[in-house]
RNA sequence: GGCCCCUUCGUCUAGCGGUCUAGGACUCCGCCCUUUCACGGCGGCAACACGGGUUCGAGUCCCGUAGGGGUCACCA
């Protein structure tokens, strides 16, 4: 039985890196019939872990990433917050004491740092001397006597290599000699992330770590802990990380500042922000960025579009594919085509991937999606009026591949803006409505023809006004150009007799008549 | 700095010794479609980090060099 697992410390926030690490777990356990669990990292966490876990655990379940073990789900091997399994970790110090492959240390910190630091003035690796180690009772006695403090440290081999068979990198090799005693557990009594993870990997019965490729140099001291512990080994397969927009540094959301100037980024940074603030949502850097799953939530992205796009970062399965449903990912995901570089986030080709899933998406759906937009920014009443629905439909079937995510309607929303309320676009007007002579006497003339026509839809308006252009002997752009200012204030938008038929005759007469008056 | 990892178009990648005058995708640039803006269609620009080997033959194997990155906590 394949058991994977993806361990967030509650942070607050659900990384894009981390949601990738996720994915690739998920997608390993699902395809191998296994199962995947998800664990809870917080022995360092002083409050509100539920708090800080809400954004992580919503951004799994919107991407449709479910975890067979863990919080709100349980399990056969709960708890799953580390803070909750310290009896565990005690135990495993305890026999790390008993066969001797951890210590007591009661050096102070300021004398660590004083050995550290003269190793490096001498220009030699550091290796702590062991001079405050305590192996016996005694000595431990005699050492609080003085009133210090112990910490648990690993008793590190210091010879012989440390070999590791990762399953993407292949054989890597550390000396020994080159790792320290590591601190397992704190003055405090506290214990250190690589106790705990590999005693909760050994008692959740993991049998493949997948994680980024930051924690290959840990490795070789948690392979010591489980192999003095007398555990299996798990096997290991370390991804490369997530790099930044336009660089190979790990992607972090703490450098925001610095990623806005790429262009791509900060454009999609700019939309996000817009509709977000359309709809009254807070927008600081610290909650809403495009580093952050909820980001892409928020402003109505598709989340199969989003894991498409993050499978593909650093994964492939030939020379051509690259659209994956879930079915599609679980079937044909492999560690062994895992890439060994990291790979950095392009926000243009997730937009790509969110256009096309988006094109894609039912009409039907798309109106469920836009729907919350309009609501949120007070266009539609919640619930909506019976004659909403058709309206919707029409105005979001017009708009056809223009809106990418679904707060994107918001660009969209002068059907729902009062008649007396446009507002004319200077430049449009000027250029289509006031510079063209004869701008002015078609409009009104077509607007007679318009006040008639029956039925008010878009295939008649679209003759009608093909009829008179032709009667007239003008060219189409000029009436169309001047009626769509008129109509919508705008120079651009959806088709011309979509536009008519969704407003209805009323508001377009009453449009074109308040543009005419302002000429 | 020590240790470890990585290196094909701007970006994501295919390539596991000859099929590579290096393929696909995104971007970008043209052209077409067209009432605008998108969409779409067609076409184009663009890469094997460098130097040595091995081999009849190297993007592909080996060794160096350079560059980039990760990690060196009583963080996770």
Not at 339 to 366: E, G, H, T, V, W
Request: a negative charge.
């Amino acid at each position: 039985m394949v058991r994977t697992r993806f361990a967030p410390s509650p942070t607050g926030y659900l990384h894009i890196g981390g949601v990738r690490t996720a994915l690739f777990n998920w997608l390993f356990s699902r395809q191998h019939g296994g199962q995947f669990i998800l664990r809870i990292d917080d022995t360092d966490q002083q409050r509100n872990v539920d708090e800080a876990l809400r954004p992580i655990l919503d951004g799994f379940r919107w991407l449709g990433i479910d975890w067979d073990e863990g919080p709100e789900v349980g399990g056969g091997h709960a708890p799953y917050y580390q803070s909750q399994r310290t009896a565990r970790y005690q135990q495993a110090v305890e026999t790390l004491l008993d066969k001797g492959c951890a210590y007591r240390d009661y050096a102070s910190p300021a004398e660590i740092t004083a050995e550290r630091e003269a190793a490096e003035k001498e220009k030699r690796m550091f290796v702590y001397s062991r001079k405050w180690m305590a192996e016996t009772d005694e000595q431990a006695r005699a050492y609080e006597a003085e009133g210090r403090q112990a910490v648990v440290r690993l008793k590190m081999p210091r010879e012989g290599v440390c070999k590791i068979q990762d399953l993407i990198r292949g054989d890597v090799e550390f000396q020994w000699q080159t790792e320290q005693d590591h601190v397992i557990q704190r003055a405090d009594g506290t214990f250190i992330y690589h106790l705990a993870s590999v005693v909760d990997d050994h008692d959740f019965e993991i049998t493949h770590v997948i994680r980024a490729v930051e924690h290959l140099s840990n490795t070789p001291r948690q392979i010591f802990i489980a192999q003095s512990l007398g555990y299996p080994l798990p096997q290991y397969a370390h991804i490369p990380f997530v790099a930044e927009p336009g660089g190979q540094n790990k992607l972090s959301k703490r450098k925001l500042a610095q990623y806005l100037k790429n262009r791509d980024f900060q454009k999609l940074c700019d939309r996000g922000k817009g509709i977000a603030e359309a709809i009254q949502l807070p927008t600081s850097d610290d909650t809403f960025n495009p580093v952050i799953i909820d980001f892409y939530r928020e402003v109505g992205f598709l989340p199969e579009a989003i894991l498409n796009y993050i499978l593909l970062l650093g994964w492939s399965l030939d020379d051509k594919t690259e659209e994956f449903g879930r079915a599609e990912m679980i079937k044909h995901f492999s560690l062994n085509r895992v890439n060994k570089s990291p790979a950095s986030f392009d926000p243009k080709k997730l937009m790509a991937f969110q256009a096309r899933y988006m094109s894609r998406c039912p009409i039907k759906q798309k109106v469920a999606l836009v729907l919350p937009y309009l609501q949120k920014a007070g266009y539609v009443q919640d619930p909506p009026s019976c004659d909403e629905g058709p309206k919707l439909t029409k105005i979001v079937q017009a708009a056809e591949q223009r809106i990418e995510v679904a707060g994107d309607i918001l660009d969209y929303v002068d059907f729902y803006t009062a008649d007396d309320q446009i507002r004319f676009d200077e430049k449009a007007f000027e250029k289509r409505l006031r510079k063209p002579a004869d701008a002015a006497p078609l409009l009104t003339r077509f607007r007679a023809q318009l006040a008639e026509v029956e039925p008010f839809d878009a295939a008649t308006t679209d003759k009608l006004l093909h009829d008179f252009v032709a009667a007239e002997d003008i060219k189409i752009g000029v009436l169309i150009n001047a009626l769509r200012v008129a109509v919508t204030g705008k120079a651009v938008g959806f088709g011309m007799f979509e536009t008519l038929e969704i407003l209805g005759r009323e508001s377009c007469l009453a449009r074109i008549d308040r543009a005419l008056a302002q000429l």
